[in-house]
């Protein structure tokens, strides 16, 4: 008989948390269909005989040049609407750690180590194709795009069990968060110190309010635009204050006199109203702006390829994201003595392992803030990105469909509701 007092890793959970993820991962799942139709719009206009008028667009400049803001379409793209992307992420993180299951340490374990280890082993496979040059793009191939991800799930992963896509979330939001702290310390080129202070005014103010439960637009959008600005102009990249503002949201309001739970705070109001924001139309819109590069044929893809910095970061997404998850979830299962559950077997984490090599949105950005905003290494970074998320993408694929019979077995278990009270009996047993 199975050992019932060690923790079980990949458990279900709760059943309102899995309802609630459910909701998530539907929202997500449409943003990485419209992720992907806008990375494909953007490769095709890119490499047509319309190309000039592409490149025209992403270079168009806009915005108050007294504020310093008079920035490109690209660069607005970028530091802009990535800010309500990251925003989103900060909800999220906060959400899990502190209403979550994940309020559990031995339960957040798991999904925290895996991220940190699909971070640093990418980082490893890169330097040491690049440990000669180019060595700054070392972070390109450490995040994961939890959209582009659901968009494959959403394809040949419907049954996915909850554990596993509640792993893949959790993973991916950790891993947000672990890449806007690289960016912050290690794309930080020239700091402003003044401006980053002054930020810390409208972000206290925010604070304030949103922890006095204040929800008027008008005061609450001003003040994050100024957090916004401020970050900006000292130099640190603009998508930190989104963090920074999502993690001042409180998650729970005070509990009730009378002894009643805490109640849902403003985090899931604001993620309710922004998360289809950012992944309806801040993620499509990014890939638009930064996915179109010329191929130049299929002699100009091999050529990029065979670039030693387009090498580092397919060996990264393909081969040390998949190995830096499974490395780290086995050594603090072997290490706290936590036991699989039983309806899984390890060959799913491969899969989900492998899944979590699909790299995008970030991927793009610290490749630009890396080599710079169409530069012949960000164009090489580009193509890289996208034939490592596509190869992630198909030996994925393969890996979840060889287990597609157990998943179903498990979807159909959890979905079984005999008492008709509109709980799932897996989760009241």
């Not at 060690?6 to 998530?24: H, K, M, N, Q, Y």
């Not at 110190?193 to 206290?204: D, E, W």
């Not at 290490?335 to 699909?358: H, K, N, P, Q």
């Not at 793009?364 to 530069?375: D, K, N, P, R, V």
């Amino acid at each position: 008989m199975p050992d019932t007092s060690r923790t079980v890793l990949l458990s279900r959970g709760s059943w309102a948390e899995a309802r609630r993820i459910a909701d998530i991962l539907r929202k997500e799942t449409v943003g990485g269909v419209l992720l992907l139709a806008g990375a494909l719009l953007a490769l095709v206009w890119a490499n047509s005989p319309w190309s000039d008028r592409y490149h025209e667009l992403t270079e168009f400049r806009f915005g108050p040049s007294a504020l310093h803001l008079d920035l490109t379409a690209a660069t607005w793209a970028a530091d802009g609407l990535l800010a309500i992307f990251f925003f989103v992420a900060g909800l999220e993180l906060k959400r899990e750690f502190v209403a979550g299951d994940l309020r559990d340490p031995r339960r957040a374990a798991v999904p925290v180590a895996a991220a940190a280890g699909g971070v640093v082993v990418p980082a490893i496979c890169y330097l040491l194709v690049n440990a000669g040059g180019a060595a700054e793009g070392w972070a390109i191939p450490t995040a994961t795009d939890i959209a582009f991800a659901l968009a494959v799930l959403a394809v040949v992963g419907r049954s996915l069990p909850t554990a596993l896509r509640t792993f893949l979330l959790t993973l991916a939001v950790v891993d947000d968060l672990l890449a806007i702290m690289i960016i912050a310390v290690f794309y930080t080129a020239h700091l402003a110190v003044l401006p980053l202070l002054a930020a810390l005014i409208p972000l206290a103010v925010f604070t304030v309010l949103v922890q006095r439960r204040v929800r008027a637009w008008w005061l609450l959008l001003p003040l994050a635009a100024a957090t916004w600005a401020l970050v900006h102009a000292s130099g640190v990249h603009a998508t930190v204050a989104g963090v920074l503002l999502g993690f001042a949201v409180p998650v729970l309001t005070p509990a009730h006199p009378a002894g009643h739970h805490p109640s849902s705070g403003l985090a899931e109001h604001f993620e309710h109203r922004f998360r289809p924001i950012s992944a309806g139309v801040a993620v499509p819109i990014f890939a638009l702006m930064s996915a179109g590069v010329t191929l130049g044929g299929l002699d100009g893809l091999g050529s990029a390829l065979s670039d030693p910095v387009a090498i580092g970061v397919l060996l990264g997404l393909v081969v040390g994201k998949p190995l830096g998850i499974l490395a780290a979830t086995w050594l603090t299962a072997r290490f706290t003595r936590a036991r699989l559950d039983a309806d899984l077997a390890w060959i799913d984490m491969v899969g989900v392992a492998v899944l979590s090599g699909i790299g995008f949105t970030v991927s793009l950005l610290i490749g630009e803030l890396a080599f710079g905003i169409g530069s012949d290494r960000d164009d090489q970074v580009k193509i890289a990105v996208l034939a490592g998320s596509l190869t992630a993408a198909a030996l994925a694929c393969v890996l979840l469909r060889i287990r597609n019979h157990a998943y179903r077995r498990i979807r159909a278990q959890e979905q079984a509701d005999h008492d008709g009270d509109d709980i799932p009996d897996v989760y009241q047993r």
